[in-house]
């Protein structure tokens, strides 16, 4: 038996297919399963007479792989990576290399780097986006981890990995450690930002306009030829086209309640402890949360009032409004993802290649899109850019979408249409551009009834001041506020 090129651990949908792809681009791959029945039936069926060897211990796995040894870890995010690299570790040699593809958080994915390397080993902790058919036929892969590793694993991920039109692949080094894993997690808390934004132009669509779901299903076609070309765009176009047995509609019959695995929640947890204000896609992890208050959303329909959606005005002018101000909450989620990505580097010490990023999200991935093009572009002309939105291509993009984008969202808040992430994205937008926003009083007050002291305008950066604002406290300041 020759011996393997990889050996891959956890035969879900994702490792399948993952396997599939590594033998379809010339490799041999040794595959295991906790349950070996899944190793059998996976030989014996979609693996069958294939470069694909099965087995039912991790140590024969282990022995039949080329040095130095790959072996890829698709198993439950958590304790079950803990547990399955301390079953890998007894078998291995110094030099080989450990790869986490699932969900991992990034913290444990620096931690398990960390403690490989101690042990002689190399770790990558990998982002591995598309779902089951980007497993398939072409995910985007963002690896990151011990950088010696990556020469051993770069021919094969580079040649499963999605390409773009040009043939360069959708994956390529990310940074140390964790990075790989931090990188896509905020690719999926962007993905949440998206198929929010989606769903609330579809709300309006619906609710206000009256449009039906045939309706929509064109719009969205028309949507998708143009700027918001993107897999989510195309999707919700065929869904809206979608019919149930009956000839009915699909989406009208499915209840209005989302899941959530936790990655955006992690994507929102680490801007907080950052201090980066990533709001939209805040926004979009609450809106998952308040849709599963169904039973108490129900009760308070039945008390709680508001305006009846009635529009008047042009209906195809404001179809075209809505796509300008998705267009525009689109930028601005991109443009917060981006300033937390450079905020983590400086944080953990990693050199992230942002024009990179977006050329690894440009395919493969569930939010590859023509837009992310534009964000490579954006980076490859200036690298240093601390904001998309100051970009001049993106800039003349959001100005020409600015009144579309008011109007819609003015809109469909006097109509009491629920739009949490487009209104968040024009608050954000707002807030950016305005050089004095009103802190100063909200300074003021921290520094009247808890002495945190204040900045002055008329005074250098970094000098801190205290005022007895009642004449009854002292001098006594408590400390400097955090910036």
Same mark, same amino acid.
């Given at each position: ?81 803990? /547990?399955? +690299? ?6 291995? #040699?110094? *030099?080989?290399?450990? &790869?986490?593809? =699932?969900? $991992?958080?990034?913290? /444990?994915? +620096? ?6 390397? #101690?042990? *002689?080993?190399?770790? &990558?902790?990998? =982002?591995? $986006? ?14 990151? *981890? ?338």
């Amino acid at each position: 038996m020759s011996k393997a090129d990889i050996g891959l651990v956890g035969l879900a949908v994702m490792g399948e297919n993952l396997v599939l792809n590594m033998e379809s681009h010339g490799y041999t791959v040794a595959v295991y399963n906790r349950t070996v029945e899944k190793v059998d039936n996976f030989i014996n069926g979609r693996a069958k007479d294939k470069n694909i060897i099965g087995f039912h211990t991790i140590e024969e796995m282990i022995k039949k792989l080329k040095r130095p040894r790959k072996v890829m870890l698709m198993v439950k995010a958590g304790k079950p990576v803990d /547990d399955f +690299i301390e079953k890998v570790i007894p078998f291995l #040699e110094e *030099g080989d290399i450990i &790869i986490d593809g =699932g969900n $991992s958080h990034f913290p /444990d994915s +620096i931690r398990r780097t960390k403690y490989l390397e #101690e042990k *002689g080993f190399l770790f &990558i902790g990998t =982002g591995v $986006s598309g779902g089951e058919e980007g497993a398939l036929k072409g995910p985007s892969i963002m690896p990151g *981890g011990s950088p010696e590793a990556w020469e051993h694993v770069k021919p094969i991920f580079q040649s499963i990995a999605a390409k773009v039109e040009d043939g360069t692949p959708c994956c390529d080094w990310v940074g140390e450690n964790g990075a790989g894993h931090f990188v896509k997690m905020v690719h999926n808390g962007i993905e949440y930002g998206d198929m929010q934004l989606i769903t609330e132009a579809y709300q309006i669509m619906k609710d206000l306009l009256g449009m039906s779901a045939n309706d929509m299903h064109e719009v969205f076609k028309e949507w998708n030829e143009g700027d918001l070309d993107s897999y989510l765009i195309e999707i919700t176009r065929d869904i809206l086209a979608f019919k149930d047995e009956d000839g009915q509609p699909l989406v009208d019959k499915i209840l209005d309640t989302a899941g959530q695995k936790g990655t955006g929640k992690w994507t929102g947890i680490v801007s907080l402890e950052l201090g980066i204000p990533l709001t939209l896609i805040g926004e979009a992890v609450y809106a998952r949360c308040l849709s599963a208050m169904k039973n108490d959303r129900v009760e308070a329909s039945r008390i709680l009032k508001g305006p009846k959606p009635e529009f008047k005005g042009d209906k195809k002018q404001f179809i075209n409004d809505i796509k300008n101000a998705l267009y525009a909450s689109k930028l601005v989620s991109y443009a917060q993802g981006y300033v937390l990505m450079r905020y983590a580097a400086e944080e953990f010490n990693w050199n992230l290649n942002y024009g990179g990023i977006a050329l690894m999200w440009r395919g493969g991935c569930i939010i590859r899109s023509v837009f992310l093009g534009k964000i490579k572009e954006a980076f490859d002309k200036n690298p240093a850019l601390t904001n998309l939105l100051l970009d001049p291509f993106f800039k003349g993009k959001i100005e020409s979408a600015q009144e579309s984008w008011r109007r819609v969202v003015a809109t469909s808040v006097s109509s009491g249409i629920w739009i949490p992430a487009m209104s968040t994205a024009l608050n954000y937008f707002d807030g950016y551009r305005n050089e004095r926003l009103p802190a100063n009083l909200l300074q003021a007050q921290r520094d009247y009834f808890g002495a945190h002291m204040y900045e002055r305008i008329d005074k250098p950066r970094g000098e801190f001041f205290h005022t007895n604002w009642t004449g009854r406290g002292g001098d006594t300041a408590s400390s400097t506020y955090i910036v």
